[in-house]
C-alpha cells in the first residue's frame, strides 16, 4: 500500500528519514487506503474481497510484539488467508494498482 502511495504522490522512494517519514510511516489501514486513492475502488470490489479488507483492519504492527497466545492460531491464520486469499485477497489486489 505505502508503494501505491508513493505512486500517487509522485515519490520516487519512500521516505526512511526526516519530516516526510513521519508522513508516511502510518499502519492505519483505512487511513493508507484513502492516501492511496482506493477508497472508492475497494467500495466497487466484490464482496469477497471486501471481506477480507475487513478482516486485516485490526492488524497493527504491535501485534508482531504481543506475548504468544494473545492472538489465537485461528485469527492468525484468518489474517493471512485474507491477506493471501486467490483471487480476492487484500495483496493481490493492491498489487493490481501498484
Known sequence: MKARNCKV???PEYPS?????SAYAVHD???????????????????????NWSITIPWS????????GSVSKDE?????????DKPN???RWIMKYW
Not at 504492527?61 to 504468544?68: A, G, L
Open 76 to 84: 492468525a491464520e484468518q489474517i493471512l488467508n485474507a491477506v493471501r
Open 29 to 51: 489501514f483505512d487511513q493508507l487506503l484513502l492516501l492511496s486513492g482506493l477508497k472508492e475502488k475497494i467500495n466497487l470490489a466484490p464482496v469477497e474481497l471486501y471481506a
Open 17 to 21: 528519514y526526516g519530516k516526510l517519514k
Open 61 to 68: 504492527p504491535e501485534m508482531r510484539y504481543k506475548p504468544k
Open 89 to 91: 485477497g487484500v495483496l
Open 9 to 11: 504522490l509522485d515519490t
